[in-house]
């Protein structure tokens, strides 16, 4: 995750005691005692203790963990559904647990809507109503509430099924109902609490893509509460992992599998296809050398002779990919009395983002193996991927 973007949401030492003395479960806490000690002590539960993380514009963060880790009273701390006991919670510079009964209806409609896993729709209302009913509540002249919900429909594909009722459709589809109203209130902020628990599994794996496309279109700030590992790997910007109420790691699906933080985490992630996670990033190694577009055939061949490479990528003044000089191609370059390698490159490679799963990678090497080139947005060449380092990752991958 790039750092230097936004952040919409900062969480900051939050903890929450279900007792009606918190702050002597939290001096025990502060003491070093855990919550078993303290629930046998005090009688008090601490849901969550000292957490803190941030939340980034247009991310889909991914709160995760077993049942009792935490995860459904944290999202519900966001928006206050449930008041911290302690720590502080900033979303666009407003201090939610220090807001007003007023200011804080205001800030939930203007940032929170929410998404649940009971689908939540009214059975008496037709898909089109479901849809518009925040914009309702809200006060929304009926005209711009219809655009909004319509619209908000065609997103999650459910054009054509604005007169139906909820009993007429799958769970898959009554679920996107529930996405499209809370589309529709147009919050900054998406929070989906086991959004997708109660599908059944292909259903479910097609919601999850169905959240990707649309998190693709809409870059829609997203808090997305699981208890299911695999669901968070498939599509977590980041996942914060829970348990007993405390953090215990923060990290790309990639950090989680390559760099657990503990046992526990260890022994989270096992049996998990590691290799469906892992991306050419983990794969990639740093380019032995380049040639530059301007360089002559025997400039280039030498690079090669050089770093015993038998092809090299081109690249121009700002490392943009231009193609690839074989060694034989050079040697008829030489023979041919040419002052430039331009007319010898060519475009027969493979290329891929950081981001490639790593599976994806094997099958692109044909019978040359040329090393698979790895790019950025502006086309610029990062390094490359070569077959024994994506057999190496795959292998580990599987221990």
Known sequence: ?????????????????????????????????????????????????????????????????????????????????????????????????????????????????????????????????????????????????????????????????????????????????????????DASVLLMDEAFSALDPLIRKDMQQELLQLQSRMQKTTVFITHDLDEALNIGDRIVLLKDGEVVQIGTPEDILTKPADDYVRRFIEGVDRSRILTAESAMRPVRSTSRESDGPRTALRRMRDHSLDSIYVTDRDRKLLGLLEADAASRAIEAGADTINDYITQDFRKVTTDEPLHNLFAMFNDKSFPIAVIDEQQRLLGVVVKGAVLDELARAGE
């Not at 911290?84 to 939610?96: A, M, P, Q, R």
């Not at 219809?146 to 054509?160: C, H, I, N, Y």
């Open 1 to 185: 995750m790039d750092e230097t973007r936004n952040v919409k949401i900062q969480v900051r030492g939050v903890s929450k005691v279900f007792g009606k003395n918190p702050k002597s479960a939290l001096k025990l806490r502060d003491q070093g005692l855990k919550r078993p000690e303290i629930l046998e002590k005090t009688g008090q539960t601490l849901g969550l203790s000292d957490i803190s993380f941030d939340v980034y514009e247009g991310e889909l963060l991914v709160i995760m963990g077993l049942s009792g880790s935490g995860k459904s009273t944290l999202i519900r701390c966001l928006n206050r559904l449930i008041d911290t006991s302690e720590g502080d919670i900033v979303i666009d510079d407003e201090h939610i647990p220090t807001l007003s009964e007023k200011a804080l209806l205001e800030c939930r409609r203007r940032h929170f809507s929410m998404v649940f896993q009971n689908f939540a729709l009214f059975p008496h209302k037709t898909v089109l109503q479901n849809a518009q009913f925040g914009l309702e509540i809200r006060g929304i002249a009926p005209a711009e509430r219809d655009q909004k919900a319509r619209e908000s429909l065609t997103q999650v594909g459910l054009d054509g099924w604005e007169d139906a009722y909820p009993n007429q459709l799958s769970g898959g589809m009554q679920q996107r109902v529930g996405l499209a109203r809370a589309l529709a209130n």
